[in-house]
């Protein structure tokens, strides 16, 4: 199955819907893009992008409320914390600290950028 995102003039993701393989598929059985996103489009109407589940095109599986950026042909989750950096290879937000490596469960505290292990 093949996923699309549709995303609006600011570029957000609405919806994210799936798609049988074969509506991809062109007169040489291989899977085109367009096929997909032209199936979309006269379906629902809007804006559609193919995305995938395992990562393997746009970085990132879209999500509602995930932006896509076209330069880097990515699809980006929002910010989670205002510290908080984007790594331009995963296109995913990374915390200032790395998250500790002891089995313990940690929540991020933005205030002191810093993880703080959660103890109930």
Known sequence: M?????????LLVTQVIV????????EFNVEQEMLGRQFCTQLLGGNW???????????N????GFSYDPTRDAFIS?????????NEDTCQWESPVPYPDDGKMYRWDEDTESWVEVTE
């Open 61 to 64: 599986f879209a999500g509602i």
């Open 19 to 26: 798609v049988n393989n074969n509506v991809l598929l062109d």
């Open 78 to 86: 929002p910010k989670p914390y205002n510290s908080w950096v984007l």
């Open 2 to 10: 093949a996923h699309f995102a549709q995303i609006d003039n600011d």
């Open 49 to 59: 992008i193919q995305t995938s589940y395992n990562g393997t095109i746009r970085k």
